[in-house]
């Protein structure tokens, strides 16, 4: 079975632009979350889809938004980008119902922003 | 609200010693524990996981972690470490009535020294 795939691993924007990234969940898995880490912070939730529907939010500003789709794909955007924005942004899928444990990682994308 | 706090931010150790990476958790009922690994340039994966019954769990490449209720402790042990463990370790927690919501710890980088 594939894994959870992000793409583009790596970009580089400007400040004040704005960007969208993209996760592929692993076939069957309806709930896909998404994570900020940086060196300070650590790994900082930002939201969870589930059925097309944001089920859980973290403490982001409204830059950052999300949407999933019926496919489970989900995508995320940052507006007006900062410079404190530049991280490696990660999503993680699972089957999304109650008991079900285990998150599995994409190996993430890596945002520049000079 | 839980949290979790992961004592050591780097843990610097000779390859073939021993090692504890900690991790003690706040919480105001039952929780589930993980430790997930992300070696560079990759997304995490989980090493092992405490969801009931016994208190010392075995994960994969030879870890193993001991839930101490008491103590509010879920600290990661290895009897001997090898370069190829080179990494950061995330010490999670969720709540047993909302497993879809999961808090990571600040991680703790793992130095091998030769």
């Known amino acids: 079975k594939a894994g959870v795939t992000q793409t583009p691993r790596y970009l580089i924007k400007t400040r004040g632009q704005q960007v969208t990234l993209s996760c592929s969940p692993i076939?069957?898995?309806?709930?896909v979350s998404w994570y900020q880490q940086t060196p300070g912070q650590g790994l900082q939730f930002l939201f969870e889809y589930f059925s097309e529907t944001q089920r859980n939010k973290g403490n982001f500003p409204g830059r950052f938004s999300g949407r999933q789709f019926s496919n489970s794909r989900s995508e995320m955007n940052v507006s007006t980008l900062e410079l404190g924005d530049s991280a490696l942004y990660l999503c993680?899928?699972?089957?999304?119902?109650?008991?079900?444990?285990?998150?599995?990682f994409g190996p993430g994308t890596r945002l520049t922003v000079t | 609200a839980q949290s979790v706090t992961q004592l050591d931010s780097q843990v610097p150790v000779f390859e073939e010693a021993p090692v504890e990476l900690r991790c003690n958790y706040s919480s105001s009922v039952s929780v589930y524990l993980f430790w997930y690994v992300q070696y560079p340039n990759q997304g995490l994966q989980l090493l092992l996981k405490y969801l009931s019954g016994s208190t010392l769990v075995k994960g994969i490449n030879g870890f193993e972690a001991e839930f101490n209720k008491s103590q509010t402790s879920f600290h990661l042990r290895k009897p001997s470490v090898h370069i190829s463990d080179t990494a950061e370790y995330f010490c999670?927690?969720?709540?047993?009535?909302?497993?879809?919501?999961?808090?990571f710890g600040k991680g703790t980088r793992l130095h091998i020294l030769p």
């Open positions: 999670a927690v969720s709540e047993t009535n909302r497993d879809d919501k999961i808090i």
């Open positions: 076939s069957g898995h309806r709930s």
């Open positions: 993680a899928s699972t089957t999304g119902g109650f008991g079900t444990y285990e998150q599995y």
